[in-house]
């Protein structure tokens, strides 16, 4: 698949970490200072043509979530194929201190899918099912 990028002045092209890694890595264009509790939009300075049936799933990534605390603000981001503003992440600090991400810095990675057209249909009532309105927890023990 192939999608078009535009780069704003100081960005990086989105990366791959490794020849199999299934997200691509996306850099802070430039420096912020995260106080803790608190959530800063950070751009990465890409704007992208992701394609029809697709779109872009953020995820947070796992060293800067683990070791600093940082993780989205919204769990997965959702990029849409008609979306062409800058690529923004709402970082946000767990921890109990300042957190700064630096110019360069990889913020999260993105796995680009496709996604089935769905059409929703009102029914009267719904299927019986084993599980029925089971629901937090209820298929297992604790």
């Known amino acids: 698949m192939r ?12 990366t791959r970490g490794t020849e199999r890694s299934a ?10 200072l995260i106080p803790p509790g608190d959530t800063v939009k950070v751009g990465t300075g890409v704007h992208m043509a992701i394609p029809a049936g697709h779109v872009g799933l953020c995820f947070p990534r796992s060293g800067l979530s683990t070791k600093r605390g940082l993780t989205l603000a919204n769990c997965v981001g959702v990029i849409d194929s008609d979306y062409r503003g800058e690529v923004m992440a709402p970082l946000h600090n767990l921890s109990h ?28 009532e ?3 099912t084993e599980r029925g309105e089971g629901g937090f927890g209820s298929t297992g023990a604790m």
């Open 3 to 14: 999608i078009e990028v535009t780069l704003d002045e100081g960005a990086h092209m989105p």
């Open 23 to 32: 997200g691509l890595d996306f850099y802070a264009r430039e420096g912020a």
């Open 97 to 124: 201190g300042a957190r700064t991400v630096k110019a360069g810095e990889r913020i999260f990675q993105m796995i680009v899918m496709r996604y089935p057209d769905v059409e929703l249909e009102q029914v009267a």
């Open 126 to 128: 719904l299927d019986e």
